[in-house]
């Protein structure tokens, strides 16, 4: 299976970019990092693929963590540290879940070409 570096970093970015999310308190841990990588090069060959694309990566990603997120929970989300107020933080927060931290830093991050 063949996983190139542009790939590799993508999905670095992805993990990273989840880890340091203001919505995000716990859950991207290496063992889920583990599960990605091992996941992605599993989707490739059942796509008749013989490398990893960035939807895949994506794919895998939607698989792998939303069950694992835990949310933040207002009183400790990191803004409050810059003067963020626990009531805007609150409202922020009001119904975020792990789905909806995916797909924003799936947006946010850049997709290989």
Not at 15 to 42: D, E, K, Q
Not at 88 to 94: G, I, Q
Request: proline residues 6%; hydrophobic residues 45%.
């Amino acid at each position: 299976m063949k996983l190139s570096p542009d790939i590799r970093a993508y999905m670095h970015n992805i993990v990273v970019f989840m880890r340091m999310h203001r919505a995000v308190a716990s859950g991207v841990t290496p063992h889920a990092t583990r599960h990605l990588y091992a996941l992605t090069h599993s989707l490739a060959p059942l796509h008749g693929l013989d490398f990893v694309t960035p939807s895949l990566v994506a794919l895998a990603v939607r698989k792998i963590y939303p069950h694992r997120l835990v949310i933040v929970a207002p009183e400790d989300e990191m803004s409050l540290q810059w003067g963020s107020e626990v009531g805007a933080v609150k409202e922020y927060l009001d119904g975020i879940t792990g789905e909806d931290v995916i797909e924003d830093v799936l947006e946010r991050v850049e997709t290989p070409l």
